[in-house]
């Protein structure tokens, strides 16, 4: 079935680890995107790729960094995780058409750094 | 840049009585108003958007309004029911802009007791 898909669905890892958060979508989508959703309940953009090697920063600053070497997987790294990077980080994917682009997200990884 | 402000934050109606959540946008660009429906634990998912060419919208108990001279737009939920408790996300976006991306609203949590 054509989803969005992202692993692992929980993680818990001490300071100082290298996490990678996977992503991958199966609808054939250009555009795909990583938010970060506080407890508070905002989503907050903070990378975004428009195609294969195509990568840009979002609104919200992040310590985190993303590839897009093929277009159906945008994995985000962190490479030395803090406890203030305990968050709900979703992703998701549209179309390229630029009318009706709805996002699709995937069910998000919870992250908790100790 | 686009600047969302959706009201109120939370919003408890009994069962069978209406819910109306409201959002403004500032940028007079802007023509492509998704809302999504997050219920807790799950993803973020697409339930009604309209572009600025319709004043209006309607998908069974799902309606939504758009006033372009105001700059904002509104879901109504009628003869809500508890599966409708969730936390609802407004978003606007230009429509013709390929390197515009989506801004959403804080979210509102909608409480509906039966």
């Known amino acids: 079935e054509a989803d969005i898909y992202q692993t692992p669905r929980y993680l818990v890892i001490g300071t100082g680890k290298k996490i990678t958060l996977e992503c991958s979508q199966t609808m054939g989508h250009d555009k795909m995107y990583w938010y970060q959703q506080d407890p508070g309940m905002e989503l907050h953009l903070i990378h975004y790729?428009?195609?294969?090697?195509?990568?840009e920063k979002g609104d919200l600053s992040s310590e985190s960094t993303v590839s897009r070497i093929r277009t159906e997987h945008f994995p985000l790294t962190l490479e030395s995780a803090r406890p203030s990077h305990t968050s709900q980080y979703l992703c998701?994917?549209?179309?390229?058409?630029?009318?009706?682009?709805?996002?699709?997200f995937g069910n998000g990884t919870r992250l908790t750094v100790t | 840049g686009e600047n969302v402000e959706q009201h109120p934050s939370t919003l408890s109606v009994q069962e069978g009585d209406s819910a109306v959540i409201k959002c403004t946008y500032s940028d007079s660009a802007s023509n492509y108003f998704p809302w999504y429906k997050q219920e807790l634990g799950k993803r973020p998912q697409l339930i009604i958007d309209i572009r600025s060419n319709v004043g209006e919208k309607k998908d069974q108990r799902i309606a939504v309004t758009l006033n372009k001279t105001a700059k904002h737009f509104s879901l109504h939920i009628t003869e809500t029911q508890p599966e409708d408790s969730a936390v609802y996300f407004c978003a606007a976006k230009p429509y013709m802009e390929y390197g515009n991306k989506l801004v959403f609203g804080a979210g509102t949590i909608l409480r509906v007791k039966s």
């Open positions: 998701a994917s549209s179309p390229r058409e630029t009318g009706r682009s709805p996002l699709h």
């Open positions: 790729s428009y195609g294969v090697n195509s990568t």
